[in-house]
C-alpha cells in the first residue's frame, strides 16, 4: 500500500524552527519527485517547495525562500523542509505529496502532477 506520513508540525513562537519529515512506504522514493505544500483556513491549496529524484534541482514559494529548506534521504525513503524563522503567516496544514512521471532533474510546485499525498501536519506559529 503506497503511504505517506508526514510529522514533525506543531505550535511555534514567531521567529522558531520546525522540521517536517515525510516517511514513504509501500514504494521506494528514488523514482519520484516530491513536493511540499499547504493549506490555511479559508484559502487554496499552495505550493511551498519541491526536490527532483536527483536532487539538482530545487524550488521554493517567494516568500519562504532563504528561511525553509527541502532535502531528501532516499536511503531511509524519507523527505525533510526544515523550516526556520517561522512566521504567523506559515500557518497552514502542510502535506507532502510524490509525482512518477517528472524527470530526474526536474521538479514543480503544481499540486497536479503530484499523484500521492500525505494526510497532512498542523503547523501553528503564534506567540
Known amino acids: 500500500q503506497v503511504k505517506l506520513v508526514e510529522s514533525g508540525g506543531g505550535l511555534v513562537q514567531p521567529g522558531g524552527s520546525l522540521r517536517l519529515s515525510c516517511a514513504a512506504s509501500g514504494f521506494t522514493l528514488d523514482y519520484y519527485t516530491i513536493g511540499w505544500f499547504r493549506q490555511a483556513p479559508g484559502k487554496e491549496r499552495e505550493g511551498v517547495s519541491c526536490i527532483s529524484r536527483s536532487r539538482i534541482s530545487t524550488r521554493y514559494l517567494d516568500s519562504v525562500k532563504g528561511r525553509f529548506t527541502i532535502s531528501r534521504d532516499n536511503a531511509k525513503n524519507m523527505v525533510y523542509l526544515q523550516m526556520t524563522d517561522l512566521k504567523p503567516e506559515d500557518t497552514a496544514v502542510y502535506y507532502c505529496?510524490?509525482?512518477?512521471?517528472?524527470?530526474?532533474?526536474?521538479?514543480?510546485?503544481?499540486?497536479?502532477?503530484?499523484?500521492?499525498w500525505g494526510q497532512g501536519t498542523q503547523v501553528t506559529v503564534s506567540s
Open positions: 505529496a510524490a509525482d512518477r512521471g517528472s524527470s530526474s532533474a526536474f521538479c514543480a510546485l503544481a499540486s497536479g502532477r503530484y499523484e500521492y
